[in-house]
Nanobody, 127 residues
């Protein structure tokens, strides 16, 4: 099991940027596909981005392509989500999640594929 702690959320104006971090602890973190999700009040949890265990492959929801970048530093057991050109509709709680080891990422970033979750960090985008 991996313990995940997100940070970096906050308030920003539309068009601004934030960088989220997810610190992982526990066994074999570097063997896990990692993902970022978000959930707005009254809405389903949405997959935003995912990155393969080694970091060579990344996947994004269509809505964030070209604006968000996921990366990881396995030496620091940390996954990042750089978010640029933020929109007001992206107000949500953002969560970091991990898949089972050695299962790989999929282009379709589905919450049901991920087994370990952080507590989330709030992102508020104002107009």
């Amino acid at each position: 099991q991996v313990q995940l702690v997100e940070s970096g959320g906050g308030s920003v104006q539309a068009g601004g940027s934030l960088r989220l971090s997810c610190a992982a602890s526990g066994a074999i973190y570097s063997s896990k596909c990692m993902g970022w999700f978000r959930q707005a009040p009254g809405k389903e949890r949405e997959g935003v981005a995912a990155i393969s265990a080694g970091g060579s492959s990344t996947y994004y929801a269509d809505s964030v392509k070209g604006r968000f970048t996921i990366s990881r530093d396995n030496a620091k057991n940390t996954v990042y989500l750089q978010m640029n050109s933020l929109k007001t509709e992206e107000n949500a709680m953002y969560y970091c999640a991990a898949k089972r080891p050695w299962t790989g990422c999929r282009a379709s970033i589905s919450a049901s594929d991920y087994i370990d979750w952080g507590q989330g960090t709030q992102v508020t985008v104002s107009s």
